[in-house]
């Protein structure tokens, strides 16, 4: 009697496993539950990604004269603005009608529509874009990466010399200050991916290096007239409808 107690007390722990094996199998069948399969293969991540942003450039007729000689922050707004209405292109009228009224708002607040830094930039955004900005703060590589795989365009602000795009012949004695679009990266490359408005050759999805990207992040400062502020950036994204009582 002893040995076959000691059997079954061996035995039961396996027996309750096979119980709960079987009561599982049979209600997955039942439910049309599936249990999780192990030796299932995980998606690769991503390594190139590439938004469908609409480009516009600073001189969207071509015509580089007057405020479309710096405009561009007002392209990199319209380009934005355009994505979250849900357009991927833009006609030169569109934009032209868009950032001029960017332009008179600054003329109108601070005399001037030349170099509006991020807060200046962010202040645009809130009163006339269809999305909404955060001014981001020491950005890392990741932290903009992400929001371009969550379908969030990020506007940026540079020192244009240290961007080193041969097509614009940025002065070091001016301030120099840029700002871009970007739609996208490419990890096998190793580059952003931005609408870069200010470029009349090859101004679409250009490619900037991680490190030159980072390194050349730099916010206008309107005390130096320089751009030599904070790295900057300005994620995005789309607007919430207000819920009406």
């Known amino acids: 009697m002893l ?8 035995l039961a722990p396996i027996l309750c496993l096979l119980v709960i094996f079987v009561f599982f199998s049979d209600s997955t069948v039942a439910t049309g539950l599936r249990l999780p399969d192990l030796t299932e293969k995980v998606e690769p991540e991503k390594k190139v ?12 007729d071509g015509n580089w004269t007057g405020s479309w000689i710096n405009a561009c922050e007002e392209a990199s707004i319209t ?49 006339f874009a269809d999305f909404n900005g955060e001014i981001i703060t020491d950005p890392t590589i990741d932290s903009i990466k992400n ?10 602000l540079h020192y244009g010399v240290d961007l080193q795009n041969p097509n614009i ?5 001016g301030s120099a200050f840029h700002v871009i679009v970007v739609v996208g990266f490419n990890d096998e490359t190793q580059q952003f991916i931005a609408h870069d408005n200010g470029d009349t050759k090859e101004g679409i999805n250009h490619g900037y290096s991680y490190d030159i990207f980072m390194n050349s992040l730099h916010d206008y400062n309107h005390k130096t007239y320089k751009s030599d502020g904070p790295a900057r950036v300005i994620f995005t994204s789309p607007k919430v409808a207000s819920k009406t009582s």
């Open 3 to 10: 040995k076959r107690d000691y059997v079954l007390i061996l």
């Open 49 to 60: 990604v590439i938004l469908d942003v609409p480009y516009v450039s600073e001189a969207p």
């Open 79 to 127: 380009m934005v603005h355009r994505f979250y209405q849900g357009e991927s292109t833009t006609t030169i009228a569109e934009s032209k009608e868009f950032m001029t009224l960017l332009f008179n708002e600054q003329k109108k607040l601070y005399k001037s529509d030349m170099n509006s830094n991020s807060e200046r930039t962010l202040d645009l955004i809130k009163k």
């Open 147 to 156: 929001e371009i795989k969550n379908g969030r365009p990020v506007i940026s």
């Open 169 to 173: 012949p940025f002065k070091p004695t």
